[in-house]
């Protein structure tokens, strides 16, 4: 169609911000209305597309069509790659392979190829490559490297058919980059061969000329500070635009929104205020660290740059907090410090000193953590809990370390993380909280041989450093161990209070250490304590709740749990096997495990026996268990004492009906990856989806084996890794077309289908170029008048007195939207109203004349004037540029619209030409469509679409002209009658603007 007779857009920078969005049925519906099409539009249009001149532009449509790119794509490998290329296994010299037919002379004659792009700094992820044909050349090969401190990596080689990626009448090549590649140094080398399908030879690699190229985006991406750091002076790095950058601003909020002042109050860095270098990994970096020193407290940044001549999009937030050292008193109030539950914590005085104390609440937790993470650290802290027990028991009060945030809903028990106590009966624990709130004993409660003072202050001390832990009471190492289980975490306090009785728990002072300032001890546990630990460790006395004084004297031995243990399981009535210990009979305990703590399910006295033989003991639970989370333990009874209870075994009554993840909502990519919770040991998987009208588009029947599963226990496969399979029963499209889809999965387990999980439904919304040669698929009116398609065209007659708009279906943020159309005039003279444009960013609603908002409206007419204008919320507009002259305009002929939108920046385009740009945050998504104003007493002529094409920023690549030269800019003459029309103060209307 029409299209291709258009011109460069000029530069279009690219970084994809995806959004979402749906339409209906109602929506999508089209009619069809044949009709008389104006004399000045051909009836049809040539199938072949000659260059032209796009300086050239008709005043009707033009009978040759011309295009910058090639009606086809680039062919991604070919059908049969020739044993005369050598690979990456097994290299081999080029020139020396020998073709299986004779070459020509041509091939004899053959010439290095002539690049001319990309060179410089190119701002797309997957940039076209252009070279000049050469004749005769039978294919080329592209290879591109990537440039890194550790040397070039090669990103790609692959072969291109010379006849599918060349217009030899033009003279010139291109493909685009099949992968997407990362910000960073690169070059390229292309080489020709020569030949046919029977054999060819291509030219040498080595001596084949080659060009640099950097990737950028004008987008920063910001990297650190990012989580939580441990120096109030944080370095600040992202990867830097371009060499000739001159501005970065630096932005930053505190925890109250307040922004920090940087570089001494400006937040600009100048040139030479960053350090930018390229990295090890060919990425370019800038960095830059502030001498003025950051409060503990939670911030957030973000970074922009001002390149060629303008500020550039911000990037995404990055939030941060700083943790430094603490070192509190408590003289006046707890900063570093918040309570996670149970009693109030107060300021006060104890023995002469200023504390933080609580009373707790009864029968449960009270608990205080930092406000910051930390990893690797040494805390210590002096505490007092008030003397005396309850009925013979010892509360117990706790210094935890590399802590969750989460409590159990029953007891407050804090979780996750490692906490280390003592009571006032001289005794000392070490506990493993995990995150259903469980507690494993590290070590049991202890005597505490050292010193201790029971009705007085200690000091509690505990080092963290990677697995390694030890504790220490009042000086004396107590216990250390090695656990991996957590590695950073929150620090704090903990205490129990069973009943009424007031027990408070003192702080008088605590410090917070990172590991790396301090200097840990080389003191070891002494041969007393030792024996004391090794004591304890089989006498299993008391509960984290505190110390009860006494000792479990078990005569019957203790079972060994088997099965079920530490797993899924995919029965609702498991076997329970457990040693037998010879003992009479047993006791099962089994558990659910919820939010609000554990429930029991039953416990069940189990005669040996009837349950027993051969050395091992099994029950089949006669109870349906439900799918959830279970804990188990077995104890023996010789006959006169029970043994204590085996370790708790957890496992999970699963189902094998997966559960459908992604995709779902709506995306971008026309190439899916799928995406479902595995099915532990499953033999295989069938994954099918339908689009809107029921039919199968995909069936897919792999083995688990050719399924990616991570640790998480989420499965994945690509939509492009069954591209050709032939598997009877498989159906595998290349793509999905634009639309609504959805999908299930289900698994084989024990060579058993199960049932299909739930479905998910997705919407596919990629790029889309409609040319309304066969169908207007997507499109569809929304207000006014019908909307047809006929003889190639899209086209409304409209409705009088109001506005009269079509949109597509999808919702998009970043893209570049252009599209070709014409407002037909039923006389010679072009009025300059009324007003047409194409829409960007809108939403779903109208005023009561039909204006459709919020949104972007950039328009023109056919007297040569052109404007743009911001729709609010409440159908309110505002223009950003009134209605202004320019020459771009084809007066009362076609005209080929774009707008590049990226963040709150805009590009405005007509036929080629940089109009006007524009930095506006109002709305950051929305549709794009097309709107015109009909009047009441004037028909005015039909508006036509010829051709509409959307292009997400992340894969819109830039012209070789536009990659190697400045960015295209305003010309003076368009400038002066922009500022002009600004000037005069007359906007004009959304409607048009009638001449007088």
């Given at each position: 169609m029409l299209a291709s007779t258009l011109f460069n857009t000029g530069i279009i920078f690219a970084d994809d911000v995806p959004a979402d969005g749906d339409v209906t049925a109602e929506q999508a519906e089209v009619t069809e209305e044949p009709t008389a099409v104006p004399t000045e539009i051909p009836t049809e249009v040539p199938t072949e597309e000659p260059v032209a001149d796009p300086t050239d532009v008709p005043t009707t449509v033009p009978t040759e069509v011309t295009g910058d790119e090639p009606t086809e794509e680039p062919t991604a490998e070919p059908t049969e790659i020739p044993t005369e290329i050598a690979t990456e296994e097994t290299p081999t010299v080029d020139l020396t392979l020998t073709p299986t037919v004779t070459p020509t002379e041509e091939v004899i004659s053959a010439q290095d190829v002539t690049l001319t792009g990309p060179e410089g700094t190119v701002y797309t992820r997957t940039p076209y490559f252009y070279w000049n044909y050469e004749e005769d050349a039978y294919k080329y090969q592209l290879f591109v490297y990537q440039k890194s401190l550790n040397g070039d990596i090669k990103m790609f080689d692959k072969l291109y058919m010379a006849s599918k990626v060349c217009d030899d009448d033009a003279g010139t090549c291109k493909v685009k980059s099949p992968t997407s590649l990362a910000f960073g140094s690169y070059y390229w080398k292309m080489r020709a061969c020569y030949g046919d399908k029977y054999g060819y030879i291509c030219t040498d690699l080595e001596s084949a000329p080659s060009m640099e190229f950097v990737v950028s985006s004008t987008t920063p991406t910001a990297y650190e500070p990012n989580g939580t750091i441990y120096t109030n002076t944080p370095t600040f790095t992202w990867t830097g635009v371009a060499d000739d950058t001159e501005q970065y601003y630096l932005q930053v909020y505190d925890s109250n929104g307040h922004k920090v002042a940087i570089n001494g109050g400006t937040n600009i860095l100048e040139s030479g205020d960053a350090t930018c270098e390229t990295d090890e990994d060919g990425e370019y970096i800038c960095s830059y660290t502030d001498a003025e020193l950051f409060d503990n407290g939670s911030y957030k940044w973000r970074v922009r740059a001002f390149y060629s001549g303008k500020w550039r999009s911000y990037s995404g937030y990055k939030t941060f907090s700083v943790a430094s050292d603490i070192n509190e008193n408590?003289?006046?109030?707890?900063?570093?410090f918040t309570k996670l539950a149970g009693g109030t914590w107060l300021m006060g005085t104890e023995d002469g000193n200023t504390v933080y104390y609580t009373n707790g609440v009864s029968k449960r937790m009270t608990n205080l953590r930092s406000k910051y993470i930390f990893d690797d650290v040494n805390l210590t802290a002096i505490v007092k809990r008030a003397a005396g027990s309850v009925d013979g028991s010892y509360p117990a009060s706790y210094i935890g370390v590399r802590m969750g945030k989460s409590k159990s809903s029953s007891t407050n028990m804090w979780y996750t993380g490692y906490i280390f106590g003592y009571t006032t009966a001289g005794t000392y624990a070490v506990w493993r909280v995990d995150t259903a709130s469980r507690v494993e004993t590290i070590q049991p409660w202890t005597e505490i041989t050292g010193t201790f003072n029971d009705d007085g202050w200690n000091e509690l001390n505990v080092t963290a450093e990677g697995k390694d832990f030890t504790f220490s009471i009042n000086g004396d190492e107590v216990a250390s161990f090695t656990d991996g289980t957590y590695s950073k975490g929150y620090v704090g306090f903990e205490m129990f209070r069973p009943d009424s009785t007031i027990l408070p728990f003192y702080i008088d002072s605590v410090t917070v250490n990172n590991i790396s300032s301090t200097s840990v001890s080389g003191a070891s546990i002494s041969s007393e304590q030792a024996a004391a630990n090794l004591a304890a460790q089989s006498s299993s006395t008391g509960s984290v709740e505190g110390y009860d004084g006494g000792t479990v004297h078990s005569q019957a031995t203790t079972p060994n749990p088997i099965e079920p243990s530490n797993t899924t399981i995919y029965t609702n009535k498991p076997t329970f096997k457990w040693d037998d210990t010879g003992d009479e009979k047993y006791y099962l305990y089994l558990a659910k495990i919820t939010t609000g703590g554990i429930d029991k399910v039953y416990g069940k006295t189990l005669l040996a026996e009837t349950y027993c033989s051969d050395g091992e003991c099994a029950y089949t639970s006669a109870s349906t268990l439900s799918q959830n989370d279970y804990v188990w333990k077995v104890k023996s009874y010789d006959g006169t004492d029970y043994s204590d209870y085996s370790d708790n075994q957890y496992f999970t009554v699963g189902t094998t009906m997966p559960t459908a993840k992604k995709p779902y909502s709506t995306g971008y990519d026309n190439q899916p990856t799928f995406t479902w919770t595995e099915i532990v040991d499953a033999e295989q998987y069938n994954i099918v989806a339908y689009d809107s009208s029921g039919k199968k588009v995909i069936s897919w029947w792999p083995l688990a084996g050719e399924v990616t599963c991570d640790a998480d226990q989420i499965c994945s496969v690509e939509l492009e890794d069954f591209i050709g399979m032939e598997e009877p029963n498989w159906?595998?499209?290349?793509?999905?077309?634009?639309?609504?889809?959805?999908?299930?999965?289900?698994?084989?387990?024990?060579?058993?289908?199960?049932?299909?999980?739930?479905?998910?439904?997705?919407?596919?919304?990629?790029?889309?170029?409609?040319?309304?040669?066969?169908?207007?698929?997507?499109?569809?009116?929304?207000?006014?008048?019908?909307?047809?398609?006929?003889?190639?065209?899209?086209?409304?007659?409209?409705?009088p007195k109001v506005m009269n708009t079509a949109k597509y279906a999808y919702v998009y943020s970043d893209f570049t939207f252009t599209a070709v159309v014409k407002r037909e005039h039923t006389s010679q003279t072009y009025s300059s109203y009324p007003a047409n444009y194409i829409a960007v960013r809108m939403g779903n609603s109208h005023t009561k004349d039909l204006q459709w908002y919020s949104g972007y409206l950039f328009g023109y007419t056919n007297a040569g004037y052109y404007s743009i204008w911001r729709v609010k919320g409440n159908g309110k507009v505002t223009a950003l540029q009134p209605w202004t002259e320019t020459d771009a305009i084809n007066k009362g002929d076609w005209n080929q619209l774009t707008v590049t939108a990226e963040g709150s920046s805009f590009e405005f385009y007509i036929n080629g030409e940089l109009l006007t740009t524009v930095e506006d945050d109002n709305d950051s998504k929305g549709y794009v469509g097309f709107e015109f104003y009909r009047p009441a007493s004037a028909y005015l002529g039909k508006f036509y679409v010829d051709e509409a094409q959307l292009t997400l920023i992340e894969s819109t690549s830039l012209s070789v002209q536009s990659t190697t030269s400045s960015q295209a800019t305003v010309s003076a003459e368009q400038q002066a009658l922009n500022e002009a029309a600004i000037n005069s103060g007359i906007e004009g209307s959304i409607e048009g603007t009638p001449l007088e």
């Open positions: 408590f003289d006046s109030y707890a900063p570093d159906i595998t499209p290349e793509s999905l077309d634009n639309g609504k889809y959805r999908w299930r999965v289900r698994a084989l387990y024990n060579s058993r289908w199960g049932i299909f999980s739930a479905y998910r439904d997705f919407t596919v919304a990629s790029e889309f170029d409609s040319d309304f040669t066969s169908n207007s698929k997507g499109w569809s009116r929304l207000w006014g008048g019908k909307w047809y398609r006929s003889n190639g065209y899209y086209y409304s007659t409209g409705s």
